[in-house]
């Protein structure tokens, strides 16, 4: 069985960081891109940053300059770096990944979320 397992959210202050991992396991014959979104309360789900096998990152606007995402394939990880969060980064992040299952099969996976709280 394939799954997303996210760790490393929390509650920080205003001007602080924190990183996200999600580790992708189970029958996975390729990784290809692997991401991060977001939904804050009252908001509907956004794209936060996606960096592809390749290695080409892409940010939404809020989170360039501010946030880094990286990937460890040998580790089927992704990660989020998040500095200098500000009370408009709060909110449930859910990783997701398009996993090849099987030869020239792909779906879309995604994490349970995990809660980022940005609070003095």
């Known amino acids: 069985q394939v799954q997303l397992v996210e760790s490393g959210g929390g509650l920080v202050q205003p001007g602080g960081s924190l990183r996200l991992s999600c580790a992708a396991s189970?029958?996975?014959?390729?990784?290809?891109?692997m991401g991060w979104y977001r939904q804050a309360p009252g908001k509907q789900r956004e794209l936060v940053a996606v960096i592809t096998s390749g290695g080409s990152r892409n940010y939404a606007d809020s989170a360039k300059g501010r946030f880094t995402i990286s990937r460890d394939n040998g580790k089927n990880t992704v990660y989020l770096q998040m500095n200098v969060l500000n009370y408009g980064d709060t909110g449930v992040y859910y990783c997701y990944a398009t996993l090849e299952v099987r030869v020239r099969v792909s779906y879309d996976y995604w994490g349970q979320g995990t809660q980022v709280t940005v609070s003095s």
């Open positions: 189970g029958n996975i014959l390729r990784i290809n891109d």
